[in-house]
């Protein structure tokens, strides 16, 4: 079978590898849909976590079992089309126990601590796979994952209706989440410096996005709510000037989720969380939001094909990679079908 690899920085292509064996407790595979993410971006560059080279990529997919035991405990049968919830937990340490299991302390996520699914076929512990309902197109699945992550954001906060929330960052967590917010009745403010997508956050229903490279975003963000700042604070982006920022955007009280995973540490002004007696939340992956996702996709409630930005055939996702790295303002999320 065929898998999209990366054997080092900036070295990517299709490559040939032995058909999975499914253990006790997996299924086997055959994926119809991966997305790339910017993870699989940071990857390909050698930026952010790395990666031990070489790697299959990917952890946004949509597969159809054709092997599962038939005790499997979630009801599953050859010829379900299922998501992939990427995050491999131990289920034994502190935080597992908790069930918190995004939290796991020797958590590994696909693509970038193991081989990923970006392959022809694919065995996985089949109490990581989520059925998918039948009125969702093939393509939309992968979005699935990174929406997930834009509502753990949301959960983390207890984001309320008539809130305002700054997001900082217009990619795809920052968008789906803007979109989130908007089905939770709050009112996002997004925050980006690409204006092309700025415009964009516009066209899906987001009523305020600022440049913060050419406009005072606190002044900004003050005058739209009436010098109290936003009740919640999202930060997308792991850029650490948008982290230190997020303490001057927040409210009395306000409540911040640090989603963007920094190249390196970043000093706050502890003086105002105190001040202020600001909740600073970190948000890592997803827990149990796999179902809610589905459904608000299905449903049409969020509008993740508004970030789709191509479907390219699976022998072209090492170019799609290699086009991302290069033009990050133009793609948002491409989906190869496999």
């Known amino acids: 079978m065929k898998s999209v690899g990366i054997q080092d920085v900036r070295k ?13 407790g997996e299924a086997l595979l055959k994926m119809k849909m991966v997305g790339i993410c910017g993870s699989d971006i940071k990857a390909f560059t050698g930026h952010g976590t790395k990666v031990p080279f070489p790697i299959v990529i990917g952890h946004e997919g949509l597969g159809e079992i054709l092997e599962i035991s038939p005790e499997n405990t979630k009801g599953l049968a050859p010829g379900d089309l299922v998501a992939i919830d990427p995050y491999l937990y131990c289920g034994n340490c502190y935080p597992c126990t908790l069930e918190r299991t995004n939290c796991c302390e020797s958590l590994q996520c696909l693509g970038v601590h193991t081989d990923g699914c970006m392959s022809e076929y694919f065995s996985y512990p ?10 969702i197109p093939e393509e939309l699945v992968p979005l699935a ?9 949301l959960h ?3 984001l309320k209706a008539g809130e305002r929330i700054v997001i900082f960052g217009a990619g795809a967590i920052g968008m789906l989440s803007a979109m989130a917010s908007l089905h939770y009745g709050a009112d996002p403010i997004v925050v ?4 092309e997508r700025l415009k964009f ?6 009523r305020h996005a600022f440049n913060s490279r050419i406009q005072n975003i606190a002044a900004e963000i003050s005058a739209v709510t009436n010098g109290r700042m936003a009740e919640v604070v999202m930060e997308a982006t792991g850029a650490n000037t948008c982290i230190h920022d997020t303490i001057a955007m927040a409210s009395y009280c306000g409540r911040i989720a640090l989603t963007g995973w920094p190249d390196g540490e970043t000093s706050i002004d502890t003086f105002s969380v105190t001040r202020k007696e600001l909740q600073l939340y970190g948000s890592r992956n997803s827990k149990n939001e796999f179902t809610e996702a ?14 789709l930005s191509e479907v390219v055939p699976f022998d072209q996702l090492p170019d799609a990679v290699e086009r991302m790295a ?8 491409i989906v190869g079908r496999v």
């Open 12 to 24: 990517i292509a299709l490559v040939e590898g032995e058909m999975p064996r499914p253990k006790q």
């Open 126 to 135: 089949e109490h990581l796979l989520h059925k998918v309902p039948t009125g």
């Open 145 to 153: 994952e990174p929406l997930t992550i834009a509502l753990h954001a």
């Open 156 to 158: 983390r906060t207890c």
């Open 192 to 195: 980006d410096v690409v204006p």
């Open 201 to 206: 956050a516009k066209s899906l229903g987001v």
């Open 294 to 307: 589905l459904e608000l996709i299905e449903q049409g409630k969020v509008n993740v094909r508004a970030i």
């Open 326 to 333: 290069a033009n990050p303002g133009k793609y948002i999320k």
